[in-house]
């Protein structure tokens, strides 16, 4: 107690075990009628002894402590204590920017509550609004501490007066902080009672409120330049995680991780998949739902894959520029990731950027559901997760390229193997007639010229089927020359102007002859052929469209292992010509149909899948686009697949041989 009997404790903890109540909130409200403070002239008693070192012993404790949350409550408890204020705040100038040579310097930022004691919130959003106004830059001119005796009834604070009477303070004394004249913030104390201040105390408050000043820029100071230090320890850590795997998932789970240590609570993890413009979310992790468990993008989360400029993410895949939100009804509008259950209070996308390239977008934000002690992310936030997505993009690229090439290599192994199977076949077939040719033409000789003509008969069909071995061998030869050249570019067409029918006719003709030497009567397949007109003209290259079709005339065989008819149309249309090749075999699903082109592609599910390289089919649609053509697949699994080539009558390719 002091000496005039008022609770002059220094430290209100102690006074009831409970801490004193500190708000800290934003400003930014609007008022409207503002009105300046002016100086009014304090007069009245001397300054007491002990105030003058009590301040003092302030200062030098304040100057001891670099925490900022600790500095201001230091600063406000002790002074309510000792100028007997019913009420105190500080109001700061918020934000602290990286300057040109990477230090830090203070910026003009919005006005916040840094801290109060007994100001309630709708007071401290009106004074907020009051300061931000205009009233900051008046006081930053005066740099003298204002005095208004009655609060209530000062005209010039009009539109304060009626909360400043709920409130129900009387006075009140506004002391600038000031560093090197630059204000950066006020130190009000509020009283019940009117309290007027002696020339002496208001003098040494100054003094004591520059000294807070300066406490209070180098906590600050410090406590940005310890989160930069500590950022850059996490940013460098992450990178090292990062590129310790080479596992996409790992690589991925890490970046989540990461990003929810550094960022928002939330990550959303988009990648361009090859020859897409689109982003695919890959990859969804929150810390709110369950902590450090990776989920896989649930449907009811989106799968869709977001078009360059939709929304947030699409608008950064686009521009390559980061994005940032603050406000929930923006971010539920521009993502469609985000409920409006969670509360999102913030987002912030920035690009995946890889060797020059955007690979993706990372969008990382904060679910609230609702609840205040989720801090928004800030600006700054925006530089940290291009720092992390910079390191997260190239080992993202990384792992993806080093899975890319172990799938190459898988299929170059399963390739080998596939061919060494494919040349064994025909190679065994001919080595084992060759033998029995030579074995027979052994016992040839001695026999009776009606014998011999009937072993003879024996031995043609031999050489027909060595013959057969050797086209397969051949057509097997062709396939892997057609593969180089498709894959250097040196696919060369003849296009010339031919009659298609008699072509796809001798193909079919070609592969009934196979059948008979094959003596497999076993399965029937039944070739139908209908051309509409019966001769059509087409600019294609022969051989090429002959390989084409028997290449879809063997798999339509391959496929029908119950046999059945196979349909061939030839038609002449309007714009183009068609040929299609129908079978009643056993189909294929839905979401294979495009994939069949695909290079070594073979479907799991089929039963002959050992059979064949999966080269046939990529090798035709190079080939009909080549010729300007296209070729596509209907299909059904059990009922059949129908092939279509549209061979435009317009050639593409200009050099006709004529
Ligand atoms: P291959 O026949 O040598 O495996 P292709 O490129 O010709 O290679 O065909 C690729 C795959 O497409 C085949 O392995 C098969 O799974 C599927 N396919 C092709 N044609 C048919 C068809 N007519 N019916 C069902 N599936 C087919």
Not at 152 to 176: I, M, Y
Not at 439 to 451: A, G, S, V
Not at 478 to 491: A, F, N, P, R, W
Not at 492 to 498: D, F
Request: charged share 25%; with cysteine.
């Amino acid at each position: 107690m002091s000496q005039d009997g008022r609770d002059t404790q220094a430290n209100p903890v102690s006074e009831d075990g409970r801490k004193p109540e500190i708000k800290h909130m934003e400003g930014g409200r609007t008022f409207n009628e503002a009105h300046r403070l002016e100086e009014l002239a304090p007069v009245q008693s001397a300054l007491r002894p002990e105030q003058a070192e009590a301040l003092l012993s302030i200062s030098a404790l304040l100057n001891r402590d670099l925490n900022p949350g600790r500095v201001l409550y230091g600063l406000i408890s002790q002074i309510k204590a000792l100028f007997h204020a019913d009420r105190v705040g500080v109001f700061l100038r918020q934000n602290l920017m990286a300057d040109n040579e990477g230090g830090l310097k203070l910026d003009l930022g919005p006005i916040v509550c840094a801290a109060s004691l007994g100001l309630s919130d709708e007071y401290l959003a009106a004074i907020i609004a009051f300061y931000e106004n205009k009233e900051f830059r008046h006081l930053q001119n005066l740099r003298r501490p204002v005095y208004i005796a009655n609060a209530q009834a000062d005209a010039r604070l009009n539109g304060l007066r009626s909360l400043n009477k709920q409130e129900g303070f009387q006075s009140v004394l506004t002391l600038p902080l000031l560093n090197r004249e630059n204000l950066i913030g006020v130190l009000d104390l509020y009283h019940d009672q009117a309290r007027v201040y002696s020339s002496d105390e208001i003098r040494l408050l100054a003094i004591f409120a520059n000294q807070a000043a300066l406490s209070i820029t180098n906590a600050r100071l410090y406590e940005e330049s310890r989160r930069r230090e500590l950022d850059s320890t996490r940013l460098s850590e992450a990178g090292r995680i990062f590129n310790s795997s080479l596992k996409l998932r790992e690589v991925l789970h890490n970046i989540a991780l990461a990003s929810m240590k550094i960022l928002g609570n939330s990550v959303m993890i988009f990648i361009v998949q090859d020859g897409t413009v689109t982003a695919t979310p890959i990859l969804w992790d929150s810390e709110i739902e369950a902590p450090g468990t990776i989920k896989k993008v649930s449907p009811l989360r989106t799968t869709h894959p977001i078009q360059p400029g939709e929304g947030a993410v699409g608008k950064t895949l686009q521009s390559g520029v980061p994005f940032f939100l603050t406000e929930r009804r923006d971010i539920l509008k521009a993502t469609a990731f985000t409920r409006p259950d969670e509360e999102v209070n913030s987002l912030v996308c920035v690009p995946l950027k890889a060797y020059g390239k955007t690979i993706g977008v990372l969008a990382s934000y904060q679910i609230t559901y609702g609840s205040d002690e989720v801090e928004p992310l800030e600006k700054r936030h925006m530089a940290l997760a291009t720092q992390l997505a910079d390191r997260a993009a190239i080992a993202i690229q990384n792992a993806r390229l080093y899975e890319a090439e172990k799938r190459e290599q898988r299929a170059k192994d399963e390739f080998l193997s596939l061919i060494s199977h494919e040349l064994r076949t025909p190679l065994t077939s001919i080595k084992g007639y060759n033998h029995l040719l030579y074995k027979r033409l052994d016992i040839i000789t001695p026999l009776e010229p009606e014998e011999q003509f009937k072993v003879m008969d024996g031995l043609r069909h031999y050489t027909e089927v060595i013959g057969t071995q050797i086209d397969r061998l051949q057509s097997l030869v062709e396939e892997l020359t057609s593969i180089s050249h498709i894959e250097t570019g040196k696919l060369e067409l003849k296009i010339t102007n031919i009659e298609l029918v008699s072509i796809v006719q001798d193909q079919i003709e070609r592969m009934e002859q196979e059948f008979k030497l094959a003596r497999q009567p076993r399965i029937r397949h039944q070739f139908e052929l209908k051309a509409v007109p019966q001769i059509i003209q087409a600019n294609v290259d022969p051989m090429a469209l002959s390989r084409v079709v028997r290449n879809l005339l063997s798999n339509a065989v391959k496929f029908s292992p119950k046999g059945g008819v196979v349909r061939v149309r030839v038609q002449r249309g309007s714009d183009e010509t068609y040929i299609t090749v129908q079978d009643e075999g056993i189909g294929m699903p839905l979401d294979v149909q495009e994939r069949i082109f695909e290079r070594f592609y073979k479907v799991n599910s089929h039963p002959n899948r050992a059979n064949g390289l999966g080269l046939g089919l990529y090798i035709s649609k190079h080939l009909i686009e080549g010729m300007g053509g296209r070729i596509k697949v209907e299909s059904s699994e059990g009922v059949g697949s129908t092939f279509t080539i549209s061979l435009p009558h317009i050639p593409a390719n200009p050099k006709i041989e004529t």
